[in-house]
């Protein structure tokens, strides 16, 4: 892909063969419930979306699992999950991974308290989403103990590969430019493999916004990101942006294999 590539596929791109429909079936997933996610809360009801031909189709959910110690990979995720509620069809739905350390030294470290809003998410509900984004801070250019714990906890998942197929993407945050925006997300994409994901980067899909040096910005093409410096950096409109674009992006490449025979329009609007 050129320069300042569009941001999604092309409706015009073949569809998918019919045989493609049967592979890799996940009855935990067909069989879940639906979320019907309001801002900035998780509120699960039925939830359907109707098509032309007057049917209707359950909404795909896209988990945005994420780690966030002083804000900065939470705030990316809020706009990874504006970016998906704006494509129809899909919704986000935010969850935090367990905590690994006490409160004792969470406040010794000043780590300001969670909003209650966003659930701690389980291993065993990892099933019921279409497409999961995970978000989290590098520890010396890898992810942290927190999402690794996590990821860890998913050994049964592991072993009767039920999230075989599924779409998964990154973003994270770092406290200096050469801290790992890259290898943070590169080396998490074991984590994937082993599960047999499908590992979704956004590559250079942002278009103009991926090539300006005008200023620091943070992200790449494995995905969104954020410079937090000591902690009092906010993000820029810049990285919130991407996280929004991340967000309708893997929302689309989600429709792309949940439904192949829907046309996806190309936005490019980036």
Not at 65 to 73: A, E, L, Q
Not at 131 to 146: E, N, V
Not at 205 to 218: E, H, L, N
Not at 220 to 235: I, L, M, Q
Request: proline share 6%.
């Amino acid at each position: 892909m050129g320069k300042g590539g569009g941001c999604c596929a092309t409706k015009h791109r073949s569809p998918l063969d019919e045989s493609d429909n049967d592979i890799l079936p996940n009855p935990q997933r067909d069989s879940r419930s639906v979320a019907s996610v309001q801002e900035g809360q998780n509120t699960r009801t039925d939830s359907t979306v109707p098509l032309q031909d007057g049917a209707l189709l359950k909404k795909l959910r896209i988990f945005i699992v994420f780690y966030s110690m002083y804000g900065h990979i939470e705030g990316l995720a809020r706009m990874m999950k504006k970016g998906i509620d704006g494509i129809e069809g899909v919704e986000g739905v935010l969850f935090r991974v367990p905590e690994t350390l006490s409160p004792e030294v969470l406040d010794q470290m000043k780590v300001p308290s969670k909003e209650e809003e966003i659930p701690v998410i389980s291993a065993e509900e990892l099933v019921e989403a279409d497409g999961l984004l995970f978000g989290f801070p590098t520890r010396y250019g890898s992810m942290s103990a927190q999402m690794k714990a996590f990821f860890d906890s998913t050994g049964q998942l592991w072993k009767e590969q039920k999230l075989a197929g599924v779409p998964a993407g990154f973003f994270v945050s770092t406290g200096t430019q050469g801290g790992g925006q890259e290898t943070t997300a590169w080396t998490a994409i074991t984590q994937l493999a082993h599960h047999g994901m499908l590992y979704v980067p956004i590559g250079y899909t942002f278009g103009a916004g991926m090539f300006k040096m005008d200023s620091i910005r943070g992200g790449s093409p494995y995905g969104a990101g954020v410079f937090s410096g000591d902690g009092s950096r906010e993000p820029s409109d810049t990285e919130l942006a991407l996280a929004e674009h991340q967000g309708k992006y893997m929302a689309m490449i989600v429709k792309r294999v949940a439904r192949p025979y829907e046309s996806i329009a190309p936005d490019h609007s980036t």
